[in-house]
């Protein structure tokens, strides 16, 4: 498995859960894809990949206009779609593989890394807590609501589209 997979956290191809090995000798390892196949098999639109190829994510080779990728850009891309779930920005998910290039024992990259998930972690621990309160302040109100039909002899009525997002 390359070093940019181990240290954004993916492991084998079930843990990523996208159906990719990163290991340049797993499946797809010296064949060339074309924007189509990574679209598709990342669940990701053509637009989305020539972004990232815009902002320097991804650099395919040409066969006159058409994109070629390589083990190596879908490796990235999978490492791209993992940096955007656990909720990393762009700019620091290109420098992440730009560590990645840059240092041969990955140290600066693994320091990186380790420095932006645990902001994230901080980020995730701050946004729970504030749910968790909405949660509860929202409960209240439904019991105090509950509380004033029954009282007054009110029969509440529930819909569907009281339980759905």
Same mark, same amino acid.
């Given at each position: ?39 598709? /098999?990342? %669940? #990701? ?33 999978? #490492?791209?779609?993992? %940096?955007?779930? #656990?909720?990393?920005? *762009?700019? +620091?998910?290109? /420098?992440?593989?730009? *560590? ?5 024992? !990955?140290? +600066? !990259? ?14 995730? /621990? ?8 909405? #949660?509860?302040? *929202?409960?209240?109100?439904?019991? !105090? ?10 029969? +509440?009525?529930?819909?569907? +589209?009281?339980?759905?997002?």
């Amino acid at each position: 498995m390359s070093q940019p997979a181990r240290s954004m956290g993916l492991g084998t191809r079930a843990d990523i859960g996208l159906g990719v090995g990163l290991d340049p000798g797993a499946d797809g390892a010296g064949r060339s894809f074309a924007i189509g196949e990574l679209a598709d /098999e990342f %669940g #990701l639109t053509h637009r989305t990949i020539r972004h990232y190829e815009d902002e320097g994510l991804l650099a395919p080779q040409r066969d006159g206009t058409a994109r070629v990728y390589g083990h190596r850009d879908r490796a990235r891309l999978a #490492l791209i779609c993992r %940096g955007k779930r #656990l909720g990393f920005s *762009l700019a +620091e998910i290109k /420098e992440f593989l730009t *560590l990645y290039d840059a240092d041969e024992i !990955q140290k +600066e !990259q693994m320091r990186f890394m380790q420095r932006i998930a645990r902001r994230r972690i901080a980020d995730l /621990e701050r946004q729970l807590q504030d749910v968790q309160q909405t #949660l509860g302040e *929202l409960r209240i109100i439904d019991t !105090q609501i509950s509380d004033h039909f029954r009282k007054n002899g009110i029969t +509440e009525t529930h819909t569907p +589209e009281d339980t759905q997002p």
